[in-house]
Structures are given as structure tokens and as C-alpha cells.
């Protein structure tokens, strides 16, 4: 396998993959210009075992709550397509229907729809969601999921030298949690994954597979989905939720988590704030601070506009991208009132508008 991973072909495709969407930025300019001789030289790199990632850029943002994201160099995410390339075929047949996290034909609204099909079907949910799911991930337990599939040792030494290389980045973001028969040396355990690294996001669903499986098979929950850390479980019994509440929560210490202590039985008629959505049986509304959010962002937009600091087409394409998210729920007459709110004056439209 790691002759495939390191292979010219492999490395290419990857190298297309990292600079999708990206070509225009600096960073990734730089390493297509010499193409051919930046992949040659990581391929020796790679098939020597000289690899070294590079050093993470990490920034902060806060929607909906605060998060340290942090970007590779460019020569690296490379490498993390050319992993993924290769190694998530294995898993990717071992995963559940309804777990919609970065996968292909899945997604934000796939699972938002999964989601109403299950509230018109079944009275309650129970909604649980992961404390500090990334900075939690420990670096053994997740070891232990891959190797189990993964038995080619220069595999083995390309994932450590990746997780070795973001295992401080969060480590500010954890809070430490002790689990039955942990000694003071747990806390200097390796744990946490990168936010924003395609690694990380295929590790995470590689992490929760087997408890994918555990809610459906062993507790027998017909209804059942995931997104990355958010996980929902519906019955037309609330004492069954309750049950399923206490079983998840002592399956969890085995990967060294925690759920967030509100996750408790209710109707679906209430609404399930999911996925910036709250979803009911019949209808869909977009959360309110996520209207507001973009009401101010369009402002912003608007007004670099006007001023010159961006182009028509960068407004469009951040507008379009806004409304074709918001169009999956009941949201024409918010979005009437947002883009009518701030009107671009005639004389500054391009003149093909």
C-alpha cells in the first residue's frame, strides 16, 4: 500500500485535489510552478522516510462557538490526499448509511433531510453532541481503530508522523476529563486532531464507526444518525431514550469521551437544532443567529463593494453560496428581506447586469 500512496499517479491526483478551489492563492502557486519537481522530490521524500511535516497556521474563529482551526502547508496536504486516497476505501465500506460527515454523496443537507424523515416518523429525540471532540481524540485509541486495518508498517509511520506533528495544537482547547483507572499519566497522554486537516475529518468518522454500530446493533436503534460529533437518537419511547442516554454515555469512556450534560429526551415537535437548522416533522427554519450573521456579512459585503475592495463576481459567489444553504428551509421571505435591505445603486452594477 505505501508504494500505491508514494506512486507519481497517487501523488498527482493528490496534488490536484489539495488545489481545488485554491489555485489562485500564493502557497499553492508556488508549488504547481514547479510541479514536477516538488512532487519527484516528496516521493523520494516519502519512499526514504525523510518526510517531515511542516509547521500549522492556526487562527480562531467563533460560529457558533469558538474553534482553533489549523491549515497545513500546502507540500503536506498533499500528502494527506494521498493517504486518503489509498486508505479510505477500507473504511468507507465499514461505515453506516446515516453517518453524513465528510463523505462522498452525504453532507449538511442529506443529513438535515435524514433528520425530518425521522422526527415524522417517531415522537422523541434524543440530540448528543461530544465535548471538545477534536482536542479530545486520543492518539492510542485512534491508533488502535487504524491498525486493525492498516498492517503496512511504513503506512504506520507515515500516519504517526502526522499525528505526531498536530498533537499540541489543541491542547490549550481540552479540559482535562479523568476516566476510571487513569493515573496522573493520563494527563500527558497524545490527544487531539487539527481542525481543518482532511485527516482529521476522515479520522473522526474512523473513530465513532464502532459506535456507529454499537447504537444500531447491540441497542437496536432503528433511527439513528450522525454528523461528525453530533449524533441523534429517535423512539416513540422516551424511558427507551433514557436507557439509550446512560448506554452511550459508559460506551463513550472507552474512546475517552464525554457527551455535554443537556442532551436529555424530547419531542420532535419541539424542533431539533441541528446542523444550523431546527428541524420540525413538517417544516424547516435557518437558527436565527444564522440570519443574522449573514444580514450583517451582506452589509459588509455590500459596502467593500461600493468601495472597490471586492468585484462583482466575489459578492455574487458569497451571496449565491449563502442562498443555495438557506434555500433547504422555509427561509424566501428571510431572504427576501436580507438582499432588499442593502440595494446596490444602479450607476456601480456592471454594465452586463
Not at 448506554?247 to 429526551?265: G, S
Request: proline share 5%; hydrophobic share 40%.
Amino acid at each position: 500500500m505505501f508504494e500505491t500512496i508514494n506512486s507519481w499517479e497517487n501523488l498527482l491526483l493528490a496534488a490536484r485535489k489539495a488545489s481545488k478551489g485554491k489555485r489562485g492563492r500564493l502557497p499553492v502557486a508556488a508549488f504547481e510552478y514547479r510541479l514536477e519537481d516538488n512532487l519527484i522530490q516528496l516521493q523520494n521524500d516519502l519512499r526514504t522516510q525523510a518526510y517531515q511535516p511542516g509547521g500549522y497556521v492556526s487562527f480562531v474563529i467563533h460560529e457558533p462557538k469558538r474553534r482553533v482551526i489549523s491549515a497545513a502547508p500546502f507540500r503536506d496536504r498533499v500528502v494527506h490526499h494521498a493517504l486518503c486516497n489509498q486508505i479510505e476505501p477500507l473504511f468507507e465500506r465499514s461505515f453506516i448509511h446515516d453517518s453524513y460527515a465528510n463523505r462522498v454523496g452525504k453532507g449538511t443537507h442529506r443529513a438535515l433531510n435524514r433528520c425530518q424523515q425521522f422526527a415524522r416518523r417517531y415522537r422523541y429525540v434524543l440530540q448528543c453532541d461530544v465535548r471538545q471532540f477534536f482536542p479530545s481524540l486520543d492518539h492510542s485509541v485512534l491508533r488502535q481503530i487504524l491498525w486493525d486495518k492498516l498492517v503496512d508498517p511504513q503506512v504506520r509511520w507515515l500516519i504517526d508522523q502526522i499525528l505526531m506533528n498536530g498533537a499540541d495544537l489543541l491542547r490549550e482547547e481540552y479540559d482535562m476529563v479523568w476516566f476510571p483507572s487513569d493515573d496522573l499519566l493520563a494527563a500527558t497522554r497524545a490527544r487531539g486532531l487539527p481542525i481543518g486537516n482532511l485527516t482529521s475529518q476522515f479520522w473522526a468518522n474512523c473513530y465513532l464507526n464502532s459506535f456507529d454500530h454499537f447504537v444500531q446493533r447491540e441497542l437496536g436503534c432503528r433511527a439513528y444518525l450522525r454528523f461528525v460529533d453530533d449524533f441523534l437518537l429517535f423512539s416513540d419511547d422516551k424511558a427507551e431514550l433514557w436507557a439509550w442516554h446512560t448506554a452511550v454515555t459508559q460506551r463513550l469512556v472507552r474512546f475517552r469521551l464525554t457527551i455535554h450534560p443537556h442532551a436529555q429526551p424530547r419531542p420532535v415537535t419541539k424542533g431539533i437544532s441541528f446542523l444550523g437548522f431546527r428541524t420540525f416533522p413538517n417544516h424547516r427554519r435557518l437558527k436565527q443567529r444564522k440570519g443574522i450573521q449573514f444580514r450583517r456579512k451582506y452589509q459588509q459585503l455590500v459596502q467593500q463593494y461600493v468601495d472597490g475592495r471586492i468585484t462583482f463576481d466575489e459578492l455574487t459567489a458569497s451571496v449565491q453560496g449563502w442562498v443555495n444553504h438557506s434555500r433547504y428551509g422555509n427561509t424566501i421571505g428571510l431572504r427576501k428581506a436580507i438582499l432588499s435591505a442593502h440595494i446596490i445603486p444602479p450607476q456601480l452594477l456592471p454594465k452586463t447586469v
